[in-house]
């Protein structure tokens, strides 16, 4: 059964047509919540959360950002892990044009922003074929805040004039078919999402494409929450200094990661990580 706090709707949105109620239509706002820092929710994506009447949420989506949501609220959980979805796409999209189609206020929150990755393209399809008015807030993407925070700029003059966001994670839990001869040329920054477990083989496919194995990689765990953790470790070593991490991470490959700012035990091992505070950082780069 989905998570539901306060079942009493805000809005009862009735219009009267020749002499009878009749339940206004209602409309879905795709919300980009942002990487789990409260502070980096946009003014839009507040207003919005707080004039929903019901919120469908991602399990990535924080407990702070949660909060800010009204009592009156009715807050639904899909949360989705690898392996093991609440609700598959497809229940989610006619959950979405259902409480619309009975006049609410729906929100769809998603952590990050709805078109990186978030499968808000398919849920706007989705709503638009059943009529149903649906509207997006974009939202801070995790790449982004795991970047600022780290100090290393995604793109930067000299040694980053291009940004690729890919999948780490394709369906089935296969290695996405990407073009890895493009990736694997120098002065580019390469943001893999959802690719902790597969980050091996990913390491494996660019160095086999072209790129340097000493070519600096970061890897943001947690980006912009209290326990963010950050790895500075290298291509040839991004599957080994990924073996330790369990939580959503970013992985980072590019000449501008270099600029990560340092911190914790320089020249730490990266297969002795220990857990650490949080936005420690570990330098595991050593030789290539």
């Known amino acids: 059964m989905a998570k539901v706090k306060g079942r009493q709707s805000r809005i009862e949105n009735l219009v009267v047509i020749g002499g009878a109620p009749v339940r206004a239509p209602g409309v879905v706002w795709l919300v980009g919540a942002g990487p789990g820092d409260p502070e980096l ?4 994506a507040l207003k919005v959360l707080q004039g929903a009447d019901v919120i469908v949420h991602d399990g990535l989506v924080s407990d702070e950002v949660l909060a800010l949501a009204t009592s009156t609220a009715r807050l639904i959980s899909v949360a989705k892990r690898k392996s093991r979805h609440s609700y598959a796409q497809d229940e989610i999209n006619r959950m979405l044009v259902a409480f619309a189609c009975e006049g609410l206020t729906v929100v769809r929150l998603k952590g990050g922003d709805p078109f990186i990755f978030g499968r808000g393209g398919e849920e706007l399809a989705a709503c638009r074929e059943a009529g149903v ?11 982004f805040a795991a970047s600022a925070s780290a100090g290393a700029p ?3 003059r000299g040694s980053a004039q291009a940004v690729t966001f890919v999948t780490g994670h394709a369906a089935k839990g296969e290695i996405p078919d990407l073009d890895w001869e493009s990736l694997g040329r120098a002065n580019q920054t390469v943001v893999i999402y959802m690719g902790l477990s597969s980050a091996a083989t990913i390491g494996e496919r660019l160095i086999a494409a072209g790129r340097s194995g000493s070519t600096p990689a970061l890897i943001v765990e947690n980006a912009s929450r209290d326990d963010e953790r950050r790895i500075a470790t290298t291509l040839a070593k991004l599957g080994v200094a990924s073996a330790a991490l369990t939580g959503p991470a970013m992985l980072i ?4 990661m270099a600029l990560a700012i340092a911190g914790g035990e320089s020249g730490l ?12 950082v570990s330098d595991a780069r050593g030789k290539a």
């Open 41 to 44: 929710l946009t003014l839009k």
């Open 133 to 143: 008015v649906c509207k997006v807030v974009p939202g801070v993407t995790a790449a």
């Open 154 to 156: 995604l793109t930067h």
């Open 253 to 256: 490959v590019g000449e501008s």
């Open 269 to 280: 091992d990266a297969a002795a990580i220990p857990a650490m505070g949080a936005r420690r």
